[in-house]
């Protein structure tokens, strides 16, 4: 786990490439778009996501807010686990400025003094960052002293949950550093340069091989996947695209990271051949006044998440329907809402006095429709909503809680609805096509069908434009004559018979022109318009004519 | 002919010191370097395999073994600016603040440039209380480095030192 030089980057690179190729073709890959709209109240599961807890930072709240998190927060929302995304400790035994020249056995004493009381290996995980590797490039202080570390004796994790509606597969990987570097007050790495070295990259490849058979599958690290806009932030380097064809191979839904102390929810997309994966930035728990950790719900496979504030309550969560701009992107992992006089409405909703009461509103109505509390699972509340009356298109949802003490916290997301497909518009054919001309008998003129014509006869072609058996008045028909010549014509407006007429006048021959070409015609239909209707396309009449010399 | 020998007499001469001086240069350099070596691995068996395993007294014997090795290092090459680094370090990670700022010194002598020995120094300081010394040697650091970056950290340390004073 040392860092490799650009050369041997590449050969692993290739390396890692081969152990890719032998896998193609039998493995499956989880998925991402399988997330469905259910009325079930039974397939939901969550967790908790946070970061950067920084034990032994100066002035900060990093053991209280990492004690209320295994304490109260744990007891409360009653997660099916936590996952910390690294600097568990801060490296600076709480020096005046904050300099991570450690690592400190005291910082990690009073992190294990927190967590063993209160955690266990089955129900939290955490991930070493780059605090947690400074002068310490084989992670002793980590594996010595961390949850995950003692008990795997590995610094990245896997780790499936199967709550009997489904496979889920969690990846934990490491991303700091492997160098062993000091801190540096010089950029650009910091001391921090941050990757997946081959060690790493082929036990993520493996275990994204062996549970390919999850339904989804989600992945959290310390470091960002790219540059933030802050020069200070520093990001995954070497191993970076390997990685990338992991997550992307294996369809990933997300990566959670933290590092930066900031809230962030995106997508992560660019040079991949699947979609991507939410790219969710949780802020540090230690540091950070606010967005201090996720909660996380898997509900019918939709993935949805509050990012909230320590000692904040009540906290409020809907599962279903998932957010529509999730990832604050037209989520491709989501569905719509087809509209129904009981749309399915589920959130999660949480606090240490309880929940007295769930109500939901649309779009921000000013009326507020209560929810119900499912009776086996007393976190989750339900509904059925009356979709069937909105316009098509995007509705919000907002969700409210309140709890013993009256105070409330909602949740919103935006569901788009889709109403019973509207008929479609009657669509029009041309049932015959004929030619004919009109010829005057003692002041009567009449049309007389043919198909034979002479040099300077105007030739009528006549169409009959209907929707099913009935004729339709006003339709104008688009014909394509071929033959010797090329002519376009467009008719006039049907009759209330349907019928409609183009004229072609043809031209005799005369002193200086041969006229008319002679020869065989095809008079074919390229186009009808008529009032609300659409031509059928399909049925296409054709008739054929003769023009001679005389 | 005797201009020929004379010749050939100062060339044997000059290969044999050319040739030999190398040699007493890498013996030097070897010892010190394995005192420096070794020191490390006493170092890293302290910090590294005992204090996380919470063998205080294991550590503290690596510990006394490491700063021997490191000592024996300068003694041999007073100006080897590594095994200052690591005697540095060794005394700060056993709190014998005194002497790692000390130490710290004689890496900035050798090593004006290394910024992060100005800031490890001036930590040494502030937790020695010695804060104007602290703040003047941050200041001296800003005097090594034009990364404007790193000199806006080190204002950042100074501030800090003034407000905790």
Redesign the interface.
Known sequence: MNRKSPAMLILLGFALAAILAGMIGPVSASNPKSAYYSDSTSNVFWFIHTSDLHIGARGTQDTANLTWLVSQAKNVIAPDFIIVTGDLTDSTDGNLFGYPNGPYQSEWDQYTNIVDVRVTPEDYFDLPGNHDEYNDGDFNYYLSNSVQGRRTGNTQLSFTRTPGFGKYHFVGINTADNSGDPFSIFGPYYGDYAGLDAEELSFIGAELAANSDSDLTLVFGHHPLAPTGNPEDTYVNYGLDQFLGLMDFYSSVSYGYGHTHAFSEAFFGPGLTQPGFFYLNVASLGKSSSNQYSLFAIDCNGISSTTRTVGSWPVVLITAPVDRYYGNVTSPYGYDVQASSSSPIRALAFDPDGITRMDYRIDGSSTWYPMTNVPADPKLWSTGWNSSALAQGDHTIEVRATNGKGVTSSNTITARVLQSSPPLPPQVHIDSLATGKYVKQNKTTTFVFGSDFYQGDTVVIRAQAMIGTMPVTGASVTLSITGPEIVTLTTGASNSQGIAEAKWATKAPARRSTGTAIGSYTATVTGVTAPGATWDNATTPQATFTIKSR | MRTTFRFLLLTLIACTILSAAPEAQAEQTGREAEHNRKGLEYFKEGF??K????QQREADRAFDLATAEFQNAIALKPDFVEAHRNLARLY?VRRQLSKAAESYRNVISLAPRD??AH??L??AY??LERFDEAVHQLELAKTQTD?R??IR??D??IQ??RE?K
């Open positions: 590294y395999q204090l996380p395993k919470g700060y910024i992060d800031v490890q001036a930590l502030v937790e990364d970056e790193a950290k080190l950042g340390y800090k030192i905790r």
